[in-house]
């Protein structure tokens, strides 16, 4: 064998020898690949499993969320029908999360759940209907401080789920209830109000040994807060006094409200009366 012929049968080994580790490479890169696709898979799988399993836990207020996002990109600026039912669905899940089982409990965690991971903040008076609108309908104070107050509006005269669309359009729409809660009269101011029609009634006088220790006798002519209990035979159990400003004015404040009617009644007939005496003075000044 001549030299050309030992230098081509070398080549044609070396080129086998390539071939071969070349073939080997390519099936390695496969395998890995393989593996990295079905890590990925895998890995994807697990994020949706682990997604599924987090979002299960508060499904029903991304489902209010997706719901409210529907009605803004649709119908939000020709119809208040929409927005009107997922008020009443807002509502309808602050009942069903004040009731006193397993599933309420489950989703006030819930809630809490959603509110930790979107980062939301609220004071501790904060009521639950507002949480629920700012999760809802997103961090727009304005939006869910007049949501909140229409649903909190509604709370106060016991309506139900199914009565919240009438109850917003026989008030005239979420605004005007806005700002009819806004010039709702205080606490003092109610109380102020039904002081002295409440002075001007005379139920019943009551005196005793016990209650004279629990009197002030430097407060004579001061109203007073007394708490008592009714029996059964129509008689009361007078219980506990105090003289606090804030005590006496919630109670008038509360007689007030569930008075209204008759003691704006009264108060128009003292202000027709007080001036009445004003303009017969000024006639008798005059003369």
Request: hydrophobic share 40%; glycine share 4%.
């Amino acid at each position: 064998m001549d030299e050309v012929d030992i230098l081509l049968t070398h080549l044609t080994q070396i080129t086998k020898e390539s071939e071969c580790i070349m073939l080997e490479k390519i099936a390695q890169t496969a395998v890995t690949s393989s593996t990295t696709a079905n890590a990925t898979v895998v890995l994807k799988d697990s994020k949706a499993s682990n997604k599924s399993s987090n979002s299960s836990k508060f499904s029903f207020i991304e489902q209010l969320v997706m719901d409210r996002e529907a009605w803004e990109n649709t119908v939000a600026r020709t119809s208040n029908e929409h927005l009107y039912k997922l008020l009443a669905r807002c509502y309808g899940t602050y009942l069903a999360m004040s009731q006193d089982n397993e599933k309420a409990t489950q989703m006030r965690d819930d809630l809490q759940t959603h509110i930790n991971l979107k980062g939301y903040v609220f004071a501790k008076t904060s009521h639950t209907l507002t949480k629920i609108v700012k999760c809802v309908f997103g961090a727009d104070r304005r939006r869910t401080s007049t949501y909140s107050i229409v649903l909190r509006a509604a709370l106060a005269q016991n309506k139900t789920e199914a009565q919240i669309a009438g109850f917003i359009e026989s008030n005239g729409g979420v605004q005007e209830i806005r700002l009819a809660k806004s010039n709702a009269l205080s606490t003092k101011a109610k109380a102020a109000i039904a002081k002295n029609t409440v002075a001007e009634l005379s139920l019943a006088k009551v005196s005793g040994e016990a209650l004279a220790k629990q009197l002030d006798g430097a407060k004579v002519g001061q109203q007073v807060v007394i708490v008592a209990t009714q029996l059964a035979n129509g008689e009361v159990v007078l219980n506990a006094v105090t003289y606090s400003e804030t005590a006496i004015n919630v109670a008038l404040s509360a007689y007030y409200s569930a008075n209204k009617e008759s003691i704006t009644a009264k108060v128009t007939e003292r202000s027709k009366a007080s001036n009445d005496a004003t303009l017969a003075a000024a006639i008798g000044d005059a003369a």
